[in-house]
């Protein structure tokens, strides 16, 4: 069963809440980033810091109360140990394991440039970074730092680095365009002059459940790549409000990709209709300029904005009542023979438990929530998503790791 065949999410066109400095802890107004963990924990870098959020209580970070490096947090990752990376301005990069807090600069290791703009992981974990000066592979130990020479020192300022479903890795650059690898591991990129990129810019990039890389730009719209055909959505050809693009989020659980835009608000594609949906400031946006987008383990989809603060669009929970999606936990996780998960009592028997591969989007496991705990010894190592199901509506997902 294909994920997307067996997971149907209807969009309530509202927001539904609004989070700034005068009605929470959040630190500022200006939103830079977004992450969600394993647990489905928010984390949110802001001009003023970094805070978490698990949908009851706050906690908030800035140089003044906590290790934290610089103000500005310009990137957030989380790892499969659900260890947050924060990525910042001009202080290097920090690692947050459960209260204690690792500093990476230029001074006390191997990291080349103090300007952390992009963050990702390999499918061995290993820790990628997008900088001002190049790219940087952290592998817990050693550090290796990439950068182009001649013709394309343009490739060296990395706005965003992302791995497609066949390991594959995508930069993109500052006026160099859309770098990536050969057949040979030898550096090629994209460009204006030898593809049909839409820019030499781009500001973020996703890769969907087909392996089609999806690219944002600053003035030229969301571009498409299926590995041979490119494809640029526009206000010409679509429904998107702004060609102005900033970041991009793909659903792992029904393929919508999600973009945000400098001047237009928000929009979301459906792969099944080949049809974009606005979000725009009309809808209740407190702000036209949409900086960041992430979804949360409970179904919400969380956008950043440059002066408006945080919104919550939506949350497909709102209809169970005697649901709680903050108790329910996959575990153990990394899982070896079983992975169970707990908090459902209030769904038995009603719904269905889904195991999705993370690469392929397929259904590997499915089962009602009658029993706790589930067998995964006949399943390969690998990174899973782990759903409840309700009348065909996703009301939680987690990551989980499977080794073996």
Known sequence: MLLLQAVTTLFAQTVQAVYNTANSPLPHNQIRCLATGAEGTLWIGTEYGAASFNGNVWQ???????????????????????????????????RYDNG????????????????????????????????????????????QLFTAIGPDLLL??????????????????????????????????????????????????????????????????????????????STA????????????????????????????????YNPNTDEWTAIPPT?????????????????????????????????????????????????PNPAHRLLCINGITALQPEALFLLISATSGKTVLQSSVQQPCFEVTHLPTGLYWAVLQVQNRVIFSQKALILH
């Open 283 to 331: 809808a209740g946006l407190p702000d036209a300029h949409i900086t960041a987008i992430v979804g949360q383990a409970n179904g919400a989809v969380w956008l950043g904005t440059q002066a408006g603060g945080l919104v919550k669009w939506y949350d497909n929970t709102n209809n169970l009542p005697n649901f709680e999606p903050h108790r329910v936990q996959v575990y």
């Open 60 to 94: 908030v970070f800035t140089p003044n109360n906590s290790p934290l490096p610089h103000y500005s947090v310009r990137s957030v990752a989380i790892d499969a140990q659900n260890r947050v990376w924060l990525g910042t301005f001009n202080g290097g990069l920090a």
């Open 237 to 268: 050809n679509s429904a998107l409000p702004a060609n102005s693009a900033t970041d991009v989020w793909v659903n792992p659980l029904n393929n919508y990709v999600w973009v945000g835009t400098t001047t237009g608000g928000a929009a979301y």
């Open 100 to 143: 204690d807090w690792t500093i990476y600069n230029t001074a006390n290791s191997g990291l080349p440039d103090n300007y952390v703009k992009s963050i990702a992981f390999d499918s061995e974990q290993n820790l990628w970074l997008g900088l001002s000066g190049g790219l940087a592979k952290y592998d817990g130990v050693n550090w």
């Open 156 to 233: 060296n300022n990395v706005n965003a680095v992302a791995f497609d479903l066949q390991k594959q890795i995508w930069v993109g650059t500052v006026n160099g365009g859309l770098a990536t690898t050969d057949v040979n591991g030898l550096l090629f990129a994209y460009n204006l002059a030898n593809s049909g990129v839409p820019d030499n810019t781009l500001n973020a990039i996703a890769t969907d459940a087909q392996n089609q890389k999806w690219m944002t730009t600053p003035a030229d719209g969301i571009g498409k790549f299926d590995g041979i055909n490119w494809f640029t959505y």
